[in-house]
């Protein structure tokens, strides 16, 4: 069975977001062996995330190191050759969209077209504050550099004028291989808000968290499956009002079970909450291997493949 032929497609976000990682991981030998298993396993993308300035304070309670996400995807892109290359998710509002979009046409150019866009409003004011952005600006600045990814994608030359950023006649050669209007962009987070931005565009990627975690990523809480389909059945309709009947949203969620290494768990229980995810609405499913070294995260891909492969 392809990966296109199952209920859910997997994501692998890269191990380097686990504390106390095997540094091995962010050699290239590391990365290109990690990707291409990935690829070998059926699974279908590989994803980073961003963080390009956290707090000591906030790496110390239990965070994550991060690479640049572009560079990242641009490398698993020349390694690879059908695993699709996701940000997982870059954070909208820390940069100026014309370099945003110009860097996201990159990876999607020199990738052939396998670039998907998960696109967050950020939650860390410390590194808001790093990089000389008002937190509390950051939901106008995320509205703003939506719509200038998709004009600049579509449209040359571009005319753009809001209340953060204005652009004349800009020509931002060469656009992005997938068209129309650029890559998939998916919308993060657990909001109404991100839901009805979801709407408007091709996906969202919530996650399956408890309060404490909601109230530490400043998005609600979505503490169970069956709240996740109603969320679903919400985003259906908003999509369906938006932009017609028809309209694919694609839904990707990491839960509790995104973490996941051989013998860790039944395999029975895990394929049952994947069939759980997809009745509920899910298309995707983040799977977050194991860090501890190169090896370990590719025997974990590999014996992932098989245990999805018949889904």
């Known amino acids: 069975m392809s ?3 199952r209920a859910l497609r997997i994501t692998v976000d890269y191990p380097v ?55 990242a995807l641009s490398f698993c892109a020349a390694v690879t050759e059908r695993l699709r290359l ?16 110009k860097s996201v046409a990159t990876v999607d150019v020199l990738s052939g077209g396998r670039m998907t866009l998960v696109a967050g409003g950020g939650y860390m004011k410390s590194e808001f504050r790093a990089l000389g952005v ?39 050669l060469p656009r992005p291989v997938q068209k129309p209007g650029g890559p998939p962009i998916w919308i993060g987070g657990n909001s109404a808000r991100a839901r009805r931005r979801a709407a408007e565009h091709q996906g969202w990627s919530p996650l399956i968290i408890d309060e404490t975690l909601a109230r530490t990523t400043r ?26 009947v028809d309209t694919r949203v694609d839904v990707q969620v990491q839960t509790p079970y995104s973490r996941w290494s051989p013998g860790a768990g039944s395999a029975e229980e895990h394929r ?7 009745e509920a609405g899910a298309t995707w499913f983040v799977l977050r291997p194991p860090g501890s070294g190169v090896q370990a995260a590719v025997e974990s891909l590999h014996a992932y493949g098989d245990l999805v492969g018949g889904l």
């Not at 996701?86 to 979009?101: E, G, I």
């Not at 609600?220 to 009002?241: F, K, N, Q, T, W």
Request: proline share 8%.
């Open 86 to 101: 996701m940000s997982y998710l870059l954070v909208l509002p820390y940069r100026n969209p014309f370099l945003t979009a």
């Open 3 to 5: 990966s296109r032929d």
């Open 17 to 71: 977001s686990e504390p106390g990682y095997d540094p091995e991981l962010l050699t290239p030998d590391g990365m290109r062996e990690v990707a291409q298993a990935a690829e070998r396993a059926g699974l279908d993308a590989i994803a980073f995330t961003d963080h390009p300035a956290p707090s000591q304070r906030w790496l110390d309670a239990g965070g994550h190191e991060a690479l640049d996400v572009p560079s």
């Open 134 to 172: 008002p937190f509390e600006q950051r939901n106008e600045l995320f509205d703003e550099a939506l719509e200038v990814l998709r004009g600049v994608w579509s449209h040359n030359p571009y005319e753009y004028k809001g209340r953060h950023f204005q652009a004349e006649g800009v020509a931002a």
């Open 219 to 244: 998005t609600p809480a979505l503490s169970s499956v069956g709240r996740l389909a109603a969320a679903v059945a919400e985003l259906r309709e908003l999509a369906a009002a938006a932009q017609g």
């Open 272 to 278: 049952d909450h994947l069939g759980r995810l997809a």
